[in-house]
């Protein structure tokens, strides 16, 4: 079992409609986990992390937590062409972990107008 | 804060060449990271450092890899007698402290294609 997994993709969502994105990890005690976004050819960068269980919004985005199930998801709503990208989903592992952070493959996201 | 700088941006080399890449972090930063990012998949943990301490190092490297942080700076990635299987982005990030909400910051990466 991969320690983060996402789901596959690639996805494919109308402009303006809600994109999920979801996200399971296998280490139980995992503190914290982000979002990022990668475009094509380019680095990834922060959309956002969460740590609590439930909800977190930030603008257009929400993160979501359940750590009883060991899955986080984003949703984007009004999702813009300029969304498609793909989505990084990593986990901050438990115990020394030095603050690195582990990755899932990534889901690809297209927008289409 | 001008953010992570990767040096250079590609690399083109033949098999068996050695290579070495460069990584200035975000000044304040004293955490600093390096990943390797393969089409289609998410990027993958290679090496940690704090100031110039090396503290962790990925299973998956080989004795090929070796990186320093002479003086908590900057940061090289050196890959010696490379192979066609080191294709791949070479991403550096840098944080803060290790805390529930730091990021990782991540560079522009070094695309390296081994002929």
């Known amino acids: 079992q991969k320690e983060v997994e996402q789901n596959s993709g690639p996805l494919s969502v109308p402009e303006g409609a809600i994109a999920s994105l979801n996200c399971t990890y296998s280490?139980?005690?995992?503190?914290?986990f982000f979002w990022y976004r990668q475009y094509s050819g380019k680095s990834p960068e922060l959309i956002m992390f969460?740590?609590?269980?439930g909800d977190k919004e930030d603008g257009r985005f929400t993160a979501q937590l359940n750590k009883a199930s060991q899955y986080v998801s984003l949703l984007i709503r009004d999702s813009q062409p300029s969304d498609s990208a793909t989505y990084l989903c990593?986990?901050?592992?438990?115990?020394?972990?030095?603050?690195?952070?582990?990755f899932g493959q990534g889901t690809i996201l297209t927008v289409h107008p | 804060d001008t953010g992570v700088s990767q040096d250079p941006r590609h690399k083109i080399t033949k098999r068996g060449q050695n290579v070495t890449f460069r990584c200035d972090p975000i000044?304040?930063?004293?955490?600093l990271y390096w990943y390797r990012q393969t089409l289609g998949q998410g990027p993958e943990f290679l090496t940690y450092?704090?100031?110039?301490?090396?503290?962790?190092k990925s299973r998956l490297l080989s004795d090929r890899f070796s990186a320093e942080r002479p003086k908590g700076s900057f940061s090289t990635l050196e890959i010696q007698r490379t192979e066609q299987g080191d294709s791949a982005m070479y991403l550096c990030?840098?944080?803060?402290?290790?805390?529930?909400?730091?990021?990782?910051?991540f560079g522009n990466g070094t695309r390296l294609t081994v002929t």
């Open positions: 990030a840098s944080s803060l402290r290790d805390s529930l909400n730091s990021p990782l910051h």
């Open positions: 280490d139980r005690g995992s503190q914290s």
């Open positions: 969460i740590y609590s269980n």
């Open positions: 990593a986990v901050k592992p438990g115990g020394t972990s030095y603050g690195k952070l582990t």
């Open positions: 000044s304040e930063h004293n955490r």
């Open positions: 450092f704090q100031n110039e301490a090396q503290l962790e």
